[in-house]
């Protein structure tokens, strides 16, 4: 099981958004980050075949994805980051309408195992303009497991979902994520530490970080201080020399997580790093390089 991506690059007019992507996906759950407009979207319109690169290949197990057509889409299972609903439809009517837009015969016995999957099937005559936002999310991911993919992409999954929600969404995926790729594209670090194998973090349309997430873990390793303010101008120095990557205040007390190469004050104690702080990081470098370049 193997999805590649060879020198892909797409534009749209004169503006490129994607400059030769070079990716290997093989069974585990990677998480896609980047900031919006880094190109998240676009690459995964072109893993569901909605786009077509300009240039470059991806293949699945050796087959270009677009000369498979069908039989490629087959194997996906797409959850959209602003999916369409029925609202008067029951959770089980839609998915038998969608059930029947993808061709599935014995449509009610996969759509009864897939409702329970994700924990819906109590509720399955309940129409959908009374779910919560958890349980759309639910039904959305219901539909993608229709098909039992090999490949499963989710665009921003846990966007407008409470703690609980997120965390039973987070859940479901790691349940589902035995022998397939799955996908998991957004913007929420914590999601990615919580559940991915893998951390991509994508900006300006290439590749900044391609790793295992223990590996990413490591990278800012005797980068990151904590430290407990109560001076104003001392804060206010830190905040524009330096990465602040968390700031709080308790009782006219500071406190401060700090990315910086060298100890950032007097206090300041050196202490493990994050995902969040990994990301912050690669991303503010890019931007400097990419200032540095205009």
């Known amino acids: 099981m193997k999805l590649e991506l060879n020198d892909v690059k797409k534009s749209y007019g004169?503006?490129?958004?994607?400059?030769?992507?070079?990716?290997?996906?093989?069974?585990?759950?990677?998480?896609?980050l980047g900031p919006n407009g880094a190109g998240k979207s676009t690459t995964i319109r072109m893993l569901c075949t909605v786009d077509v690169p300009d240039s470059g290949s991806i293949h699945y197990n050796g087959l270009d994805i677009y000369k498979m057509a069908g039989n490629y889409r087959d194997k996906i299972g797409y959850v959209p980051q602003k999916p369409g609903y029925y609202p008067d439809f029951s959770a089980f009517t839609f998915l038998k309408y969608i059930a029947a837009l993808k061709g599935l015969e014995n449509e009610e016995k996969?759509?009864?195992?897939?409702?329970?999957?994700?924990?819906?099937?109590?509720?399955?005559?309940?129409?959908?303009r009374e779910f919560s936002g958890g349980m759309k999310q639910r039904v959305n991911i219901a539909q993608a497991l229709l098909n039992n993919p090999?490949?499963?992409?989710?665009?921003?999954?846990?966007?407008?979902?409470?703690?609980?929600?997120r965390m039973n969404l987070k859940n479901l995926v790691a349940d589902f994520a035995e022998n397939k790729i799955i996908i998991f594209a957004t913007h929420i670090v914590s999601d990615v530490e919580d559940i991915?194998?893998?951390?991509?973090?994508?900006?300006?349309g290439s590749i900044k970080l391609n790793e295992?997430?223990?590996?990413?873990?490591?990278?800012?390793?005797?980068?990151?201080?904590?430290?407990?303010?109560?001076?104003?101008?001392?804060?206010?120095?830190?905040?524009?020399?330096y990465k602040v990557s968390r700031l709080h205040r308790h009782n006219g007390v500071t406190g401060m997580r700090i990315i910086s190469d060298e100890k950032p004050c007097e206090g300041a104690v050196e202490t493990t790093g994050s995902l969040e702080e990994v990301y912050l990081d690669f991303i503010e470098n890019d931007r400097n390089k990419t200032d540095e370049k205009s």
């Open 110 to 128: 996969i759509i009864e195992e897939s409702l329970k999957n994700v924990g819906l099937w109590e509720v399955r005559n309940k129409k959908l």
């Open 196 to 204: 991915a194998d893998n951390v991509i973090i994508l900006n300006n």
């Open 212 to 241: 295992k997430i223990d590996t990413a873990m490591m990278m800012t390793k005797y980068k990151v201080w904590e430290c407990d303010l109560k001076d104003i101008n001392e804060i206010n120095r830190i905040k524009d020399k």
């Open 150 to 165: 090999e490949i499963l992409i989710l665009d921003e999954p846990t966007v407008g979902l409470d703690p609980d929600e």
């Open 14 to 32: 004169d503006k490129s958004v994607i400059h030769g992507l070079n990716l290997v996906f093989e069974h585990g759950i990677y998480g896609f």
